[in-house]
């Protein structure tokens, strides 16, 4: 029963990659992987902007050098958390104990929402930004600009996809490691206030029924008719 707790088969069993590929929380981690490359490589190659009247590079949102700081980091951040899951993911089915496995589905569901948030406020972050941005910067870098804000809208999705998974796997594998630990054979209860029964000898030493005394007391009553004497 503990090899099969938070949604993973037997401890120790060959690792399949086509299974593995397949599983909706692993497929979210690499789309997820796959944004965050998108976001970050947007304003890192194209968020920066250098005019010809000026010797010193902005940010294209808003100049305002906090957005193009929150986006790469957020996103480079995110990049190797879904790298480091994903590697998890490989290792999970090894692990054979349930208080391990516990521990590594509730960081995924805390780690999930967290990105979560982020990217939502990654999102509001830049698209603010975006919106007050000079026009006269808007023709340089506006496609990676708008890329970086739609692939970032995406990423809440993917990473509270994979908060809602990691939870899923979370309640199954409670709900089977409790039965698992937590059942109690009655027999072996000291609290139980009766014998449980045992069968065999003890039937008969304790549960014969008396026939005897029934029969004697019903034969000493008269039988039949009693004539009487005048």
């Given at each position: 029963?503990?090899?099969?707790?938070?949604?993973?088969?037997?401890?120790?069993?060959?690792?399949?990659?086509?299974?593995?590929?397949?599983?909706?929380?692993?497929?979210?981690?690499?789309?997820?992987?796959?944004?965050?490359?998108?976001?970050?490589?947007?304003?890192?190659?194209e968020g920066y902007v250098n005019p010809?009247?000026?010797?010193?590079?902005?940010?294209?949102?808003?100049?305002?050098?906090?957005?193009?700081?929150?986006?790469?980091?957020?996103?480079?951040?995110?990049?190797?958390?879904?790298?480091?899951?994903?590697?998890?993911?490989?290792?999970?089915?090894?692990?054979?104990?349930?208080?391990?496995?516990?521990?590594?589905?509730?960081?995924?569901?805390?780690?999930?929402?967290?990105?979560?948030?982020?990217?939502?406020?990654?999102?509001?972050?830049?698209?603010?930004?975006?919106?007050?941005?000079?026009?006269?910067?808007?023709?340089?870098?506006?496609?990676?600009a708008r890329a970086a804000i739609t692939?970032?809208?995406?990423?809440?999705?993917?990473?509270?996809?994979?908060?809602?998974?990691?939870?899923?796997?979370?309640?199954?594998?409670?709900?089977?490691?409790?039965?698992?630990?937590?059942?109690?054979?009655?027999?072996?209860?000291?609290?139980?206030?009766?014998?449980?029964?045992?069968?065999?000898?003890?039937?008969?030493?304790?549960?014969?029924?008396?026939?005897?005394s029934s029969v004697d007391a019903f034969?000493?009553?008269?039988?039949?008719?009693?004539?009487?004497?005048?």
């Amino acid at each position: 029963m503990e090899g099969g707790a938070y949604g993973a088969g037997k401890a120790g069993g060959a690792f399949d990659p086509q299974t593995f590929i397949r599983q909706p929380h692993t497929i979210l981690r690499m789309i997820s992987w796959l944004f965050s490359i998108v976001v970050f490589g947007c304003i890192v190659n194209e968020g920066y902007v250098n005019p010809e009247d000026e010797s010193k590079e902005f940010c294209i949102f808003n100049r305002n050098q906090n957005a193009c700081n929150y986006g790469v980091t957020v996103g480079v951040l995110a990049f190797l958390s879904s790298l480091l899951y994903l590697a998890l993911d490989v290792y999970f089915p090894q692990i054979s104990s349930v208080k391990d496995r516990k521990k590594a589905v509730l960081s995924d569901v805390a780690v999930s929402a967290i990105w979560s948030f982020l990217w939502f406020v990654g999102f509001c972050f830049l698209a603010n930004q975006w919106q007050f941005s000079e026009p006269n910067t808007l023709n340089e870098g506006a496609d990676a600009a708008r890329a970086a804000i739609t692939f970032s809208f995406f990423s809440i999705f993917t990473w509270a996809g994979q908060a809602v998974l990691a939870f899923q796997r979370y309640k199954i594998g409670a709900d089977s490691a409790l039965f698992s630990q937590d059942y109690m054979d009655p027999s072996q209860d000291a609290s139980v206030p009766y014998t449980p029964y045992a069968g065999g000898d003890n039937l008969e030493s304790t549960g014969t029924y008396q026939q005897s005394s029934s029969v004697d007391a019903f034969s000493s009553e008269p039988q039949g008719y009693q004539t009487q004497d005048y």
